[in-house]
């Protein structure tokens, strides 16, 4: 989320799309409400009629995989009435930078230049910049990077700073402007109706009310979550939705934003901390044997030529002396040699790939803690099947989940099954103290209330019971690879008790001699004299006098304290990074630091020295020769953490595109009107014979799964509370009157849903909340499915939806394709 939840309220428009936001984020209704009670307007963009769209001034629904037709158009129609906020996009993006010349799309094949078939891999050279010209990096003596040039820095060849090539009068075949025009031109009203199955009226008015908001006075904001991601091409519509906002003027300030509504406490948190194959924590890349297999390799790999991100060998470094300690030195490259390395076919190790290892026989042992993916997971038949391989299963819940009883399930002979399954008890969010994170990015103190139930424990008194025992059977015993267990730093504790406040500590980053708290991640060097676990979170537990005390930490602030009424509140909780509430706030004033609109203004520049409301997200002050503070004054650098400091339009930083263009879903009821590709060239897993691939032929009717409000993605929290099971029992499908008709369903009838993957049973609710389309002049039927029941538990059960979802993957984020896939539905 790039603003956070109080700051829906000052916004002009709300789009919703792909997002339920009343019924899953329920808490976002006050501040939404609030931007209504301003006269604010809603635009709902879903396939179903749901909670939020009944709050809305236009419905508009769309076909499940759709969305980047519907904003395709939006860009077409924005360029073709010169309906997108000019001097803002000039200043702050790229559109005016020219391509190099071999950039191609070709809609015969749908392929983007660069695509190697055999490796089903782009190359991006062809999608970057043209160069003006180059500079280098001043590492002598008093220049901006002598740091490289301090002892215990790691050597490595600094990078040659690209000064792309522009045209400001958008001429230029090869400018952003223009092959972005072009590339969209195909995306007209018509065809977008075509595409999505909407209405050419309503389209028009979506469009209309949404692209008001490039007005200099007035703010949009985008809301979203599965609805977007969870398709093979989740990451492509995310992007699509970025540019939209920055061709309005929608980023950066108050009202605006691209507005993830975020799932499990504490998902932001686990993004953060690296769960992901290729990630460190903070988003930093993990080592991999092609890109990084040495740390000067990695510095050269992973630094920007300009930009904050210049500064990645000092997080890596800091990083390095948190992880290994004392053993991590200049000499031994601070312990990188220790880390594992991410191999050539990484992607088999994200969950996904994973349970392909399993049903290989692979992968012998496996820890699902606080996951339930016997049940979350797509094409769980196969993975039930799969996890019957295993040697041994640990599980770490709160609740006997369908992981922990996957021998149980209906159509499984545990006779047969010889893993051995273990079940760690764990303690609930009330009976354990730390901090979460929310949507906004905030850390937030949560204290204990109770203590445990039973045995249950903590998770980190669970890990540091393990790591314990593993740490003796190494010293007792020897093993394969000592080195990283052996000297992975471990002191975590407070009078010999595992406590989470250390943990803190290394979060926040300290001076590794004194051990003292760093203020925030400007402190961190290259030279292993600073020390951190989670460099973007630094400055959240900084209090070092009060180092005991959370309470007495910026996660523990409680002010309700808001200067400028925008809904800032700097100090309530932290927000990371560096408590900024909004990213790229730089944008809320024009290049000359005027605020666009003096109501809405986080940062400005009197002439002399910035103002701010909100912590900027740019150099705003910096040391002069005597060491005194003093201003800097406006440039356009808006984006820091983009080397040319300008948002990309086109981008060179996705896997599967430089532009989204639009491709069909995996299991597609349609073919594809857009391009010559059906599905994504760049889809993951589609060749696995475990995806089963079902075609339109046998099973015409798309299928999309969600959440309500009663219930909790698997249920193992809220199928376990008899209340919550008598307002929603069972699982239903949403079925139109039409295609309920046309099978002999009626409301309340027990039907079965299935395809080449599975079966389920669940029961219909005929509705006009989901209406038939007409897709490229065909009647495509859609049905929607809750997705929280299974066989575990003692009250609510029934059949798990995800024996029905293809387990194909996007190629950047790896998500499953949930959203959207094919079925057939009779009466059961
Ligand atoms: N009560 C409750 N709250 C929850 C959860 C819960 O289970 N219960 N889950 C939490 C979690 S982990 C998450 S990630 C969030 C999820 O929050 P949401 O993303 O809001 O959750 P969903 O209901 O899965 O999907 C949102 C909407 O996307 C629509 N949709 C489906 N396909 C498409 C499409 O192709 N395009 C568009 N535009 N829309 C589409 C669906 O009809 C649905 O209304 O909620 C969190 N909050
Ligand atoms: N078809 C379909 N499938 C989906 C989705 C969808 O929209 N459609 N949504 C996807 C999304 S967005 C998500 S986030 C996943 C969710 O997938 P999972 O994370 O597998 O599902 P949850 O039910 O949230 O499982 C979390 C488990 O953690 C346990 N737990 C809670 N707190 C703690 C704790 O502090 N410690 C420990 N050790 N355990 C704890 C809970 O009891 C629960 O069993 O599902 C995905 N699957
Ligand atoms: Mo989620």
Known sequence: MTGHYCDFKNTDVILSCGSNNL??????????QRALDNGAKWIVVDPRFTR??????????????????????????MIENDLWHREFVMAYSNMSYLINPDFNFDVETGLFSGFDPEKRKYDTTTWGYQVESTTEWDTSEGGAYAWVKGEGVPSFTTPTVKVPKKDETLQDPN????????????????????????????????????????????????????????????????????????????????????????????????????????????????????????LRAWCEHETYAAGYYTNKPKFMVSFLKEFFGEHATADNDYGYDWLPKVPENGETFTTTGTFELMDQGIMKGYFAWGQNPAHSDANT??????????????????????TATFWKAPDMDASKIDTECYFLPAALIYEKSGTILNSGRW??????????????????????????????????????????ILNAKWDYYINGKIDPRPVAWALNGYDAKTGKLLSGYGDLKADGSTAIGMWIYSGFYNNDAEK?????????????????????????????????????????????????????????WDGQKWGHYDTPDFTFEKKDAEGKTVPVAPD?????????????LITTGMKDAPLPEHYEPFESPTHNVMNGAEHSPM??????????????????????????????????????????????????????????????????????????????????????????????????????????????????????????????????????????????????
Request: with cysteine; proline share 6%.
């Open 23 to 32: 019924e899953n984020h329920p808490v976002s209704s006050k501040w939404t």
């Open 52 to 77: 939020t769209a009944a709050k809305a001034d236009i419905y508009c629904p769309i076909r499940s995989g759709t969305d980047i037709v519907f904003y395709g158009g939006m860009i077409n129609y």
């Open 175 to 294: 400018c952003v402007y223009q092959i972005m025009k072009k590339h969209y031109s195909r995306y007209t009203l018509d065809k977008v109706c075509e595409v999505c199955g909407m209405d050419k009226e309503t389209l028009k008015e979506v469009y209309d009310l949404y692209c008001s908001t490039s007005a200099t006075d007035k703010t949009g904001t985008i809301l979203y979550a599965l609805g977007q991601t969870q398709h093979h091409y989740g990451a492509q519509n995310t992007r699509m939705m970025a540019m939209i906002q920055l061709l309005l003027g929608n980023v950066g300030n108050p009202g605006g934003g691209l507005n993830a509504l975020r799932g499990e406490p504490n998902v932001q948190g686990a993004t953060d901390m690296g769960m992901t194959v290729f990630d460190l924590p903070g988003y930093l890349k993990w080592p991999s044997i092609s890109g990084s297999p040495s």
């Open 381 to 402: 038949k196969f993975i039930r099947n799969a996890m019957c391989n295993l040697d041994w299963l640990v599980v770490a819940d709160w609740s006997y989940t369908e």
């Open 443 to 484: 850390l937030q103190q949560r204290y204990k209330a109770v203590d445990p139930v039973g045995d249950a424990k903590p998770d980190y008194e669970i890990a540091d019971m393990l790591r314990t025992r593993i740490v003796e059977l190494y010293k007792a015993e020897g093993g394969v690879c000592p080195e990283p």
């Open 548 to 604: 005991m005390n959370p309470s007495a930490q910026p996660t523990g602030r409680r002010s309700h304290e808001d200067p400028g009424n925008l809904g800032v509140y700097p100090n309530w909780a932290f927000a990371w990074p560096n408590n900024r509430r909004h990213l790229y706030n730089r944008c809320s004033a024009d290049p000359s630091g005027k605020p666009w609109n003096e109501k809405k203004k986080l940062v400005w």
């Open 636 to 648: 356009s650098k808006a984006f820091i953490m983009k080397w040319e400091g300008a948002g990309n």
């Open 683 to 828: 889809i993951r897993f589609a060749e696995n014979k475990s995806v089963n691939k079902g075609d339109r032929s046998q099973y015409p009717i798309v299928a999309t799964t969600y959440s309500i409000t009663e219930h909790w993605q698997t249920g193992g929290q809220t199928r376990a509370c008899p209340a919550l099971d008598e307002i929603a029992p069972k699982q239903f499908i949403e079925i139109s009157p039409e295609l309920a008709a046309e099978k002999g369903i009626e409301n309340g009838d027990a039907v079965r849903v299935f395809n080449n993957r599975g079966s389920v049973n669940v029961h219909a609710m005929v509705t006009k909340r989901i209406r038939p389309f007409t897709i490229n002049g065909e009647t495509v039927h859609q049905i929607g499915m809750l997705h929280h029941w299974g066989w575990a538990n003692i009250y609510s059960t029934g059949d798990v939806v995800n024996d029905l979802t293809p387990n194909v993957g996007d190629p950047n984020s790896y998500i499953p394709e949930y959203k959207a896939f094919l079925v057939d539905v009779e009466k059961a």
